[in-house]
Each structure stands twice: as structure tokens, then as C-alpha cells.
């Protein structure tokens, strides 16, 4: 490590680290599609079957899969975890830090997003 360099401690969430706008909802995607690719897993799925199940193309699972989650919004990814029977909400921590740090569902960024609609 050199004299410039500077180690800042995470927020916990890399995507605020990394200065991503919505940071919270990439995160929470990301735990969603974490808990996805875990059922598919457990369940033997291959991607055509877990496709089958969620109603979207093969290629749509692979792309979920490799988190590239641009594509999908928080609704189809809850919509996917109830295809699974896995509705229970997904705990995001990390979203702030010290003494303003909470915890949030991503249902709760899903209900944000409803409230206040951003354009893809």
C-alpha cells in the first residue's frame, strides 16, 4: 500500500460504496436474486425448467443468474420468489451507517418504488 492510499470502511452495502444511484434497490435485487438462484439450486432446476416456472425465457434466468439485473424490476423479482413459494420479505441491511443504520425489506423499497415511479 502506498502514502495515498486510503482504506474507508464499507457502509455494508457495496453498491453505496461504489456510488451507485438507488443503491438500496440494487441491493435488495441483488439479495432477491441471490435467494432466487438458491431455490432454483435446491429445487435441481435446470435454467429451462426455472424458467418454465417464472414465466420468462431461459435466457432471462441465466441473465438473473449472472446478476445482471438491470432487466428486472423489484415487482417481477418478488413475483419470481412467490413462483418459488418464497414470499416472505428479503432483509436488506446496511444502508446506513452508526446510529441512522435500519434495516429494510425489499418490500419496502418496493413499495417506494410504486409510490414514486422512476423511468427505466
Do not use: W, Y
Not at 95 to 114: F, I, N, P, Q, S
Amino acid at each position: 500500500m502506498s502514502e495515498h492510499d486510503v482504506a474507508e470502511p464499507s457502509t455494508g452495502n457495496v453498491f453505496e460504496d461504489l456510488g451507485f444511484p438507488n443503491a438500496t434497490e440494487h441491493l435488495a435485487k441483488a439479495d432477491i436474486a441471490i435467494r432466487i438462484s438458491r431455490m432454483i439450486d435446491a429445487r435441481g432446476l435446470t435454467q429451462k425448467q426455472a424458467a418454465g416456472t417464472l414465466g420468462i425465457r431461459q435466457s432471462q434466468v441465466a441473465d438473473m443468474l449472472r446478476g445482471r439485473l438491470s432487466g428486472f424490476s423489484m415487482d417481477s423479482l418478488s413475483r419470481f420468489l412467490h413462483a418459488l413459494n418464497q414470499d416472505e420479505p428479503t432483509i436488506v441491511s446496511g444502508c446506513a451507517t452508526g446510529k441512522d443504520r435500519k434495516t429494510v425489506t425489499a418490500m419496502d423499497v418496493l413499495a417506494t418504488e410504486v409510490k414514486n415511479p422512476v423511468a427505466a
